[in-house]
Every structure is written in C-alpha cells, then in structure tokens.
C-alpha cells in the first residue's frame, strides 16, 4: 500500500481504539447523563476515521487481483496429486491435447513407504486447464479401468462382465453422491463422467476435485491384492 493508505490504516486502528476507551469510560462513570453526552460526541468525531478505514480496507479488497483460473485449477491438482502420490502419477506424456493422471497397477504400492511398482496405468483424462475449456460446462473426464489394478489373478479370458459391474458401481456412485453436478456412464473398461456446471470459482474447483478423489477411492475399494 501506499504511504497515505498506511495513514489510513494507523487512523482507523487508533479510532477504534479510541471509541473502546470511550464506551469504557462511560462505563465506568455509571453511563451517566452527561458521561454519555460526551461520550456520543468523542465517539462521532472518531468514527469519521474509522468509516474510512473500512472504506479503504474494502476497496482494498475488491482491487486485489484474483489468482487466474489456470493457476487454481492446477494448484488444486497438483496438490490432490500429492497427497496421492503413493498411487498416484501425472501423466505429461499425453500434454498437448489433454490433461492426464495414470495411477499404479499395484495396489500393495498404497501401503509402502517407498512406492515400488510397474509402469501406471490411465487413470483419468479430462480438457487442458484452460478457463475457455472448463468455464461453459459439460466437461468430460474419461476413467479407465484395467485388469492388472483389478482383476491380476483372474484367469479368464473374457473379462467384460467383471469389468461392466464395476463400471456399474463406479458410475451409480459418481451419479448418486454427485446429482446434478456429474454424471456417470460407461461400457466394459471405459467410464465417462461429465461435469455439467462450469468450473469457474474455487469451490467449483473443489467438487470438480471431490469427483476425481470419489473414483480413486472406489478403485482402491475394488482393487484387487492377491499374488
């Protein structure tokens, strides 16, 4: 701030003080007839200074530059990825053309301090943070499902029903807890979720994270640890 708003803010902080001691001391005197006169008149010559600390506090406020949509968005993935990183890994290999997270194929790695494992498999896809891709709505985050995160020990050959019943949950879960905000359908390895608000604020930010925390949480439930 500049020196004459650094002076309007040691006047407001000084006139609130002086407006406590104020009532302080008509407190004290009883608020007695003439202590309240004099009080109401010290208190209105100071509350000038104060009304313009208010005012500059909250022209302050709103002349502040907000934090681009882009730098809060990846904030927010980056930091959810993270706090994941056990399992979870940013696939840049698909930037260009979209925004992608793979997550690891075992599901011991959870449990590991120093996360050993094979090459991740895709976990989710979803439109480059941009603010023209995610401020219309009807965003599509594409979810992958694979055999060695869930089926490793099965040995059958034809493994769409398995697959097509977990499709069924993950995507009845996403629908159920996220009504009118996504929605969920699938076929065999492939989930689609589509978000049907614009993502612009921070708590748009927030559910469109909740969303992708929801399926890692159901793919950890149903994955698989055997040998």
């Known amino acids: 701030m500049k020196k004459m708003d650094n002076e309007i803010i040691l006047g407001g902080i000084f006139g609130a003080i002086a407006v406590a001691a104020t009532i302080f001391e008509m407190a004290l005197n009883g608020f007695e007839a003439v202590a309240v006169a004099g009080g109401i008149k010290d208190i209105s010559g100071t509350m ?7 005012i500059a506090i909250k022209q302050y406020i709103k002349s502040k530059p907000k934090k681009a949509f882009e730098d809060r968005m990846n904030y927010a993935l980056d930091k959810w990825c993270s706090e994941n990183s056990n399992m979870i890994v940013r696939n840049k290999s698909i930037d260009g053309d979209a ?78 807890k996220f009504n009118g905000f996504a929605s969920a359908g699938g076929k065999n390895k492939e989930i689609k979720v589509e978000i049907k608000q614009p993502i612009v604020t921070d708590a748009d930010i927030a559910r469109f994270i909740d969303v992708i925390n929801t399926m890692y949480q159901a793919y950890l439930v149903s994955a698989n640890l055997g040998d």
Do not use: H, W
């Open 48 to 54: 000038v200074a104060v009304l313009v600390f208010i």
């Open 99 to 176: 925004y992608g997270i793979g997550m690891k194929t075992d599901v011991r790695d959870f449990y590991r301090k120093v996360a050993i494992t094979n090459k991740p498999g895709r976990f989710v896809q979803m439109p480059l943070v941009t603010r023209e891709n995610y401020e219309n709505g009807n965003i599509t985050l594409n979810f992958s499902l694979n055999k060695s995160t869930f089926f490793s020990n099965i040995k059958d050959t034809d493994l769409t029903p398995r697959f097509q019943e977990l499709n069924d949950l993950f995507c009845g879960l996403i629908n159920y």
